[in-house]
């Protein structure tokens, strides 16, 4: 069983279109999943769970559409923070922060602190995250920090990126048919197991999850040794 299980939630559009519905639809679907996974994912015994949920890029989308899937997000912490509270999930945010809108920049805040002391499965959203941008910012910091470049190792790096305090990803799944990462945990992938799937993210139920988890049992894995 992998501790930590990193997803690429794709094909929400595909999904709404392939139904002729709106893309806000689809991505509200979409959202509606995540519980489903999680509870999911935890009855595995999966400790860790990431999910990429807005990337650097997606603010080329059409403003309307990245202003309803701001809005669906702040929706969704305020509604399901208090569950996944009692439900001993502790919640972290990878990415950016600033360049969210207030509300949403206060509801994540409050979910974090809400539940910073549990620890049955703790879940992280990407939300304005970029697997670049996340390595430049971790430089950045230890520029400020006058950091020894002698002294500078892979461990004394990763303590600066915004996944310290979780493992590394032993499985990252994708969603939609697409075989690509898009920029999504690339330091922390060096030694992830790949799963791809063709099934929308929207579908992808107790059964998909199963079938990953499956696929991911049958791998061998050396490191590299």
Do not use: C
Not at 124 to 143: K, M, N, Q, T
Not at 145 to 170: I, K, M, S, V
Not at 178 to 196: G, K, T
Request: a neutral charge; hydrophobic letters at 40%; zero cysteines.
């Amino acid at each position: 069983m992998p501790t930590h299980v990193a997803i690429i939630m794709d094909g929400n559009v595909r999904w709404a279109e392939k139904r002729h519905l709106s893309r806000l639809k689809g991505h509200r679907a979409g959202t509606e999943n995540i519980r489903r996974v999680v509870e999911t994912f935890g009855q595995s015994g999966v400790k860790y769970l990431t999910l990429y949920a807005f990337s650097t890029e997606n603010w080329q989308r059409p403003r309307s559409e990245v202003k309803e899937l701001m809005q669906i997000l702040a929706s969704v912490i305020g509604r399901e923070t208090k569950e996944m509270h009692q439900r001993g999930i502790r919640l972290r945010h990878l990415g950016r922060l600033d360049r969210l809108p207030g509300r949403l920049q206060e509801e994540v805040a409050k979910s974090i602190e809400l539940t910073r002391n549990n620890d049955r499965m703790t879940l992280s959203v990407a939300f304005d995250y970029g697997g670049r941008a996340e390595i430049v910012e971790a430089a950045r910091r230890l520029l400020h920090e006058n950091a020894d470049p002698d002294a500078l190792d892979e461990e004394a790096f990763g303590r600066h990126l915004y996944t310290d305090g979780l493992p590394d990803p032993d499985l990252i799944i994708r969603t939609a048919g697409e075989m690509r990462l898009s920029n999504f945990l690339l330091w922390q992938s060096a030694y992830s197991e790949y799963y791809f799937t063709p099934v929308y993210w929207p579908d992808f139920d107790a059964e998909e999850v199963r079938k990953a988890l499956l696929a991911f049992s049958q791998r061998a894995r050396n490191f590299g040794a």
